[in-house]
């Protein structure tokens, strides 16, 4: 009885000095993502007029309750696979109306837009989307939340603990510079491009930093010349090389801006990954890693190609996790899962387990199938997909940068 009643005692002590020792000071590692189509969780599907969004089924449908999420995927994107396996909870949209400080605090906040790319005119004719710079400047609001919040000490502290995952560059590709209407596709050749897009990324990077990131990933590019829209446009049906060595040069320059930076910015720690080659084994010798299809997309509509996006009436293949590619544009959840792995394996990344329970993201269970997300399955290797590509532009929201989250832009969808 008395110690029964002592042993109740220590756990409420117990309880109470871990409840004082988060009110003093350090707050959960949490992580904030930019990125586009291939990370968005649900920023876009706000926009209303945006052209690029995964709002219909059967985006989600190998996701929680099978409803579309937001994720331009059948299931989980790269950035949750690999967040889970750090141990971070899986940050909620920016547009996501129930955003509040405290969910910020726990979770983070996910900046991705599909369509958006580093460049701010990459893929205007989206109408609506978040390039690099606007989604940077929500975060600066988001910072300025925080800091009212939690004062400017502690959320100094927040934002320099906080792990920051920055995965933007097919959209500049195929939805800019490889567009003949594009502006940028007559002023550039392929080299000069290159440079624009590194000196526009390094100045990103460096204003993140400015901003307190120190914990930063930058995901490289997949094999964008064999994703199922570029191969259409092609009269054998094969990959487009010239689309894949962009690809390639675009990982070698940003690899070697990240190592750069790493180095010279202060406290920094940059890292950059990319599973290309593995994604272009899948792509080439599918069965090898347990594929039956590399080349089309799982969701598709009869014969009709380019189906550029995926709807109702469209049709499934019977087992997606046989599929590269989900839809037109973006790997299936099964690839994501390998894309993860290998970025996983090259930068050397460890279960963390940090953070437990609770996160209110928007995210949980995966859902059917048989894949078993979860479980690493002897799923062959690791391997990626090509990322990609979609959707939408230009001028954000209105959401003034300093209110506060929570009032979302309207919306629904
Ligand atoms: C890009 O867009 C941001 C706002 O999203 C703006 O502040 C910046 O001046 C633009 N940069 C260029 C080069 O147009
Ligand atoms: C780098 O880290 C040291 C030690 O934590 C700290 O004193 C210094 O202010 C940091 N510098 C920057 C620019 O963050
Ligand atoms: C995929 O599976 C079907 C049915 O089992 C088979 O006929 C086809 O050859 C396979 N395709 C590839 C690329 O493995
Ligand atoms: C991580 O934490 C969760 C929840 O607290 C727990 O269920 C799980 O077993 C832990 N995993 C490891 C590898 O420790």
Redesign the pocket.
């Known amino acids: 009885m008395e110690s029964m009643n002592m042993r109740m005692v220590k756990a409420v002590m117990i309880i109470v000095v871990l409840g004082v020792l988060s009110e003093l000071g350090s707050c959960k590692v949490v992580q904030f993502i930019f990125g586009d189509s291939l990370s968005d969780v649900g920023n876009n599907r706000k926009l209303q007029k945006s052209l690029a969004t995964a709002n219909l089924p059967w985006y989600g449908i190998d996701f929680g309750n099978g409803m579309p999420n937001g994720r331009f995927c059948n299931g989980r994107t790269v950035a949750d696979i690999i967040g889970d396996h750090i141990g971070v909870p899986r940050p909620p949209a920016f547009l996501d109306p129930t955003l509040n400080e405290e969910m910020i605090l726990e979770n983070g906040v996910n900046f991705a837009s599909g369509g958006g790319g580093i460049l701010n005119e990459t893929g205007s004719y989206f109408i609506q989307k978040f390039c690099l710079y606007k989604q940077i400047e929500l975060f600066k609001g988001t910072q300025e939340l925080i800091r009212r919040k939690i004062g400017a000490t502690k959320a100094a502290k927040f934002f320099e603990e906080s792990n920051y995952v920055v995965a933007l560059g097919s959209n500049d590709f195929i939805n800019n510079y490889l567009q003949p209407v594009m502006g940028d596709s007559w002023k550039y050749t392929d080299s000069t491009f290159i440079d624009y897009l590194m000196e526009t990324l390094e100045s990103q990077l460096k204003l993140l930093h400015s901003l307190g990131a120190r914990k930063l990933v930058v995901f490289g590019l997949g094999p964008m010349g064999c994703i199922p829209l570029q191969r259409v446009l092609s009269s054998s049906g094969g990959c487009q090389v010239r689309t894949n060595n962009l690809a390639l040069s675009f990982n070698k320059a940003s690899g070697k801006l990240v190592s750069d930076l790493s180095k010279s910015l202060p406290n920094a720690t940059y890292q950059f990954g990319d599973a290309y080659d593995v994604v272009a084994d899948v792509i080439a010798n ?2 090898k890693y347990g594929f ?2 590399s080349d089309s997309p799982c969701c598709s509509f009869g014969s009709i190609r380019p189906a550029l996006t995926c709807v109702p009436l469209s049709t499934l293949c019977a087992d997606r996790s046989s599929y590269v590619f989900w839809d037109e544009y973006h790997p299936s959840d099964r690839a994501n899962e390998m894309i993860a792995k290998e970025i996983i394996r090259k930068l050397g990344f460890l279960y963390t387990n940090s953070t437990s329970v609770g996160s209110p993201s928007p995210s949980p269970v995966e859902a059917p199938a048989r894949t078993t997300p979860e479980a690493p399955a002897k799923a062959p290797r690791e391997a990626p997909a090509p990322k990609s590509t979609n959707t939408v532009p230009a001028k954000a929201p209105t959401k003034a940068t300093h209110e506060a989250p929570a009032e979302a832009p309207s919306s629904d969808d």
Do not use: A, Q, V
Request: no cysteine; aromatic share 0%.
């Open positions: 599918p069965n039956n299809n």
